[in-house]
């Protein structure tokens, strides 16, 4: 049985919904499972469908609505009424569904307690940056690091390679300058040898006129 904090805790939350009638007094209101439905509907939209739960004021069809909810939707939030407890349910017998309330009210702040953590998890590892390296078969993890940083990396890592590739090309410009220097130069060389051949040779030339020249004087005397 819940103590009056219990109690009213659970008055302001059903108050939060906006339902398809009045609930004036909880267990009469509540007796048929609709209103119920209709909180978990709120709720878990996907989870509830509505049409399975019709108004009614018999035991036996409040009952089947009980039933229905029991094993559609409470049984997936682990809250599994016994067949005792929906029978108290459908007669509108008095605290039973207080605490039927009360549990399904904690049982949703904890599932959204645990949805909330999820999520804050999922967007936590979606801001990390996972760093592996395939080892044969196997995949090591080298580094986990957060996005941001993972991005600041990635642009160094674009901006080092622009660098690298302009730094190739002008190495390229040199190794071509260097070319033409050193063909520059072999044709220079070569034109030194084939002067240096036309000198020798003039000189072999003026050393036999010399001789012709002597030998020409010495027959005058």
């Not at 004021?57 to 409470?74: C, T």
């Not at 160094?156 to 130069?185: G, S």
Request: charged share 35%; net charge negative.
């Amino acid at each position: 049985m819940l103590d009056a904090y219990e109690l009213q805790d659970v008055l302001k939350w059903v108050d939060s919904f906006t339902l398809s009638r009045p609930s004036k007094k909880l267990s009469r209101d509540f007796a048929d499972a609709v209103l119920l439905a209709e909180i978990l509907k709120y709720e878990f939209p996907k989870l509830v469908e509505l049409h399975n739960y019709a108004g009614c004021f018999a035991i036996k069809e409040r009952m089947k609505n009980w039933d229905i909810l029991n094993q559609k939707v409470l049984k997936k939030l682990q809250i599994n009424l016994k067949r005792e407890e929906m029978e108290k349910l459908a007669k509108a017998e008095s605290n039973c569904i207080e605490q039927l309330l009360h549990n399904v009210m904690n049982k949703i702040k904890l599932v959204k307690e645990m949805q909330m953590k999820e999520l804050e998890r999922n967007e936590s590892l979606s801001n990390i940056v996972t760093i592996t390296k395939q080892i044969g078969d196997h995949v090591e993890i080298q580094q986990v690091i957060p996005y941001t940083n993972f991005e600041e990396l990635q642009v160094k890592h674009e901006e080092l390679q622009q660098e690298f590739e302009t730094q190739k090309l002008h190495v390229h410009d040199l190794e071509e300058e260097i070319k033409e220097l050193r063909n520059a130069l072999e044709s220079k060389s070569q034109i030194i040898q084939d002067l240096d051949a036309r000198l020798e040779e003039s000189r072999k030339k003026s050393h036999l006129s010399m001789s012709s020249i002597r030998k020409s004087l010495a027959n005058l005397f």
